[in-house]
């Protein structure tokens, strides 16, 4: 071994802190090797800004936000959500909208949506709203949250909501992802009941 390849080696050394290879030496594009993390500081950083720009209806802190969106994208419902973080489907499905995470189901109204966008872009009031298309105001109140969050996504050309998907659609890393912010979610409940025992 020559000069440069044992210092080259001592290098290695000090900063693996193993004289041997046993990874592979290169991970294809959505590997778990060193994603996790890196994804959730990612999320952490979009819904930070996303807060800052748009304000938030929900009461969930930005972490979790950050599990919400990757259970989303492990087509888990609010119900399932919600149950997940004993709270209500209500709460989940605000937050969604906050996220811009609206999905097709979210969209199917018993009435044409884009008469009540048009209505919404042009800043009918509620009352009128439900009047004009015959719907109770509970009904207009809903689907509008909705449009308006499609509206707010399509304003950011949906930057948000394919920043999300950009990191989120790898099937293995979304549902290992899931998998840490369920027990992330376990944890803190049991952190929030356990008693100090000492052995």
């Given at each position: 071994m020559d000069d440069k390849t044992a210092?080259?080696?001592d290098i290695f050394i000090d900063a693996t802190g193993s004289d041997s290879v046993t990874e592979s030496q290169s991970e294809s594009?959505?590997?778990?090797t060193d994603?996790?993390?890196?994804?959730?500081?990612?999320?952490?950083?979009?819904i930070g800004r996303m807060r800052e720009?748009?304000?938030?209806?929900?009461e969930f802190d930005d972490e979790t936000l950050s599990r919400i969106v990757q259970w989303?994208?492990?087509?888990?419902?609010?119900?399932e959500i919600a149950a997940e973080l004993?709270?209500?489907?209500?709460?989940?499905?605000?937050?969604r909208l906050d996220l811009h995470l609206v999905d097709e189901a979210d969209r199917e109204a018993p009435f044409d949506l884009d008469d009540l966008r048009r209505l919404v872009v042009d800043d009918?009031?509620?009352?009128?709203?439900?009047?004009r298309l015959?719907?109770?105001?509970?009904?207009?109140?809903?689907?509008?949250?909705?449009?308006?969050?499609?509206?707010?996504s399509t304003r950011a050309n949906d930057r948000f909501r394919d920043e999300f998907a950009e990191l989120l659609t790898d099937s293995d890393l979304t549902g290992q992802l899931a998998r840490d912010a369920r027990e992330d979610g376990l944890q803190e409940a049991t952190e929030d009941i356990e008693t100090d025992v000492s052995f």
């Open positions: 210092e080259l080696r594009p959505g590997s778990l994603t996790d993390t890196d994804v959730t500081d990612r999320l952490l950083e979009l720009r748009y304000g938030f209806e929900t989303y994208y492990t087509d888990c419902t609010d119900r004993e709270a209500n489907p209500e709460a989940v499905f605000a937050a009918v009031s509620l009352a009128e709203r439900a009047e015959d719907l109770t105001e509970e009904t207009a109140r809903h689907y509008s949250r909705i449009v308006k969050a499609d509206l707010r």
